[in-house]
């Protein structure tokens, strides 16, 4: 069964601490995606793996920065979190063709006091 | 740069109703136009794509979608509507030879009953 899925599903920080959400494929895809997504904007994409240890900045990288030591999981992270990365997270994947489809886990929603 | 614009935020049918739901995209070169649709709480799920040949792509659950190169136009249609069809749908656009996708703001689709 060809699933993303996205760890935890729900979580609530105070500004300052850390946060680390994480994103696990069974389909050996080699690219993953990192967006946030907020009300009226889409999805904006954060970061861009290709695949272990090739990760490439995307439209809105600051404040964040990835780790993808194996192919299946790729992470996330927030050092010292602020109240505007309040926000629900979206992790992806897709054959290294992309060929323009991507497959979504059910996201994240991270909400930072 | 691409961009993609969804004109219409809200869109409010009732079940049995056909529906259009519009895109139109800015790029110069090679692309795949993509839609994507989002139940409230969920992750995007992948309905069609369209790259070349045909300009009309079916995709799931009786969509369609068909491309205008002269219109820079990648509309969604559904001839008759079921409550369920009710979601957030994203029309996305990626070059071809690069896998990030680009999406629009997201149009709304109610479906009354």
């Known amino acids: 069964d060809m699933k993303v899925t996205q760890m935890p599903r729900y979580l609530i920080k105070r500004m300052g601490e850390n946060v680390l959400l994480e994103c696990g494929q069974d389909?050996?895809?080699?690219?993953m995606y990192w967006y946030r997504q907020d009300p009226g904007l889409g999805l904006q994409l954060i970061y861009i793996?290709?695949?272990?240890?090739?990760?490439s900045e995307g439209d809105i990288p600051k404040g964040y920065r990835v780790s993808r030591k194996k192919r299946e999981h790729f992470s996330l992270i927030l050092d010292s979190a602020k109240t505007n990365q309040t926000s629900v997270y979206f992790c992806?994947?897709?054959?290294?063709?992309?060929?323009?489809?991507?497959?979504f886990g059910p996201g994240t929603r991270l909400t930072v006091l | 740069t691409q961009t993609v614009s969804q004109s219409d935020a809200h869109v409010t049918v009732f079940e049995g109703d056909s529906v259009e739901l519009r895109c139109n995209y800015s790029?110069?070169?090679?692309?795949?136009l993509s839609w994507y649709i989002q139940h409230h709480g969920h992750g995007l799920q992948f309905l069609l794509k369209?790259?070349?040949?045909?300009?009309v792509v079916q995709g799931v659950n009786g969509f369609e979608a068909e491309f205008s190169k002269s219109d820079s136009s990648f509309h969604l249609r559904k001839a008759s509507v079921h409550w369920s069809d009710s979601a957030v749908y994203f029309c996305?656009?990626?070059?071809?030879?690069?896998?990030?996708?680009?999406f629009g703001s997201g149009t709304k689709l109610t479906v009354e009953p």
């Open positions: 992806a994947s897709s054959l290294s063709g992309g060929a323009g489809e991507q497959y």
């Open positions: 389909m050996s895809h080699e690219t």
């Open positions: 793996s290709y695949d272990v240890d090739s990760n």
């Open positions: 790029y110069g070169g090679s692309i795949y």
């Open positions: 369209y790259y070349s040949g045909n300009p």
């Open positions: 996305a656009v990626s070059a071809t030879n690069y896998n990030v996708l680009y």
